[in-house]
C-alpha cells in the first residue's frame, strides 16, 4: 500500500501538480542536530554525508519520507541547474554538461589544461557529468521507482554532491 501511495505524490510532483502537496508538511522530517539517534531509515548516515546545502535543501525530507527516487531527481536536478548558471550556457541535462565541461571549448574548467593530466581531468570530468545525466538524472526523471532503496539513494546523492562540489570549484576559462 505505501508503494502506491509513493508512486501516487511521485507522478503528482513529476506531473506539476505538486505546489499543493509539497505545501503540506512531510510525513517525517530530518533533524540534522540528532547525529545520535537510532534511525534504520538511514537518515543519520544522510545528516552526516550529504552536508552540502544545494542538496540537502532539496532531497533531504523526501529521503527522510521514504521518497527515495525523487530525492534523488531533485539532487541531480539541483547540480544541472547549478552548472547552467554558472556555465551560463542556458543548456541542460547531457548537452549542458558536455558544452560546460567539454576540452575544447569549455565553458567551465578546473585548471588551465596545460599538460596532460590537467586535460585528461577536464575530458574526464566532462564524460562523468554528462554521463551522470545521462545514466541517472534521465531515469529518476522518467521511471517511477527507479531508485527504490535508501541505500541506492544514499550512494547517487552523494554523487549528485561530489558533482556539485566539483562544479563549485570550476571557473570560466
Same mark, same amino acid.
Given at each position: 500500500m505505501f508503494e502506491r501511495v509513493r508512486r501516487f505524490q511521485e507522478f503528482l510532483v513529476e506531473s506539476g501538480f505538486s505546489r499543493n502537496v509539497l505545501a503540506l508538511p512531510a510525513?517525517? *522530517?530530518?533533524?540534522?542536530? $540528532?547525529?545520535?539517534?537510532? $534511525?534504520?531509515?538511514?537518515?543519520? #548516515?544522510? %545528516?552526516? *554525508?550529504?552536508?552540502?546545502p544545494e542538496i540537502v535543501e532539496v532531497s533531504r525530507d523526501l529521503f527522510a519520507s521514504g521518497h527515495y527516487n525523487l530525492a #534523488?531527481?531533485?539532487?541531480?536536478? %539541483?547540480? $544541472?541547474?547549478?552548472?547552467? *548558471?554558472?556555465?551560463?550556457?542556458?543548456?541542460?541535462? *547531457?548537452?549542458?554538461?558536455?558544452? %560546460?565541461f567539454n576540452n575544447k571549448e569549455p565553458k567551465l574548467v578546473w585548471s588551465d589544461r596545460t599538460n596532460d593530466a590537467e586535460r585528461d581531468e577536464q575530458e574526464g570530468y566532462?564524460?562523468?557529468?554528462?554521463?551522470?545525466?545521462?545514466g541517472i538524472r534521465n531515469p529518476v526523471t522518467h521511471e517511477f521507482g527507479w531508485v527504490s532503496d535508501e541505500q541506492t539513494a544514499l550512494e547517487l546523492l552523494v554523487v549528485?554532491?561530489?558533482?556539485?562540489?566539483? %562544479?563549485?570549484?570550476a571557473y570560466r576559462p
Open positions: 510525513p517525517k *522530517t530530518l533533524l540534522i542536530e $540528532d547525529f545520535s539517534a537510532k $534511525d534504520e531509515a538511514g537518515t543519520v #548516515v544522510f %545528516a552526516r *554525508t550529504v552536508v552540502e #534523488v531527481h531533485n539532487a541531480f536536478k %539541483a547540480v $544541472d541547474n547549478f552548472v547552467r *548558471t554558472k556555465s551560463g550556457s542556458g543548456q541542460s541535462g *547531457t548537452s549542458g554538461m558536455r558544452v %560546460a566532462s564524460h562523468i557529468f554528462a554521463g551522470a545525466m545521462l549528485a554532491q561530489h558533482l556539485l562540489r566539483k %562544479a563549485k570549484v
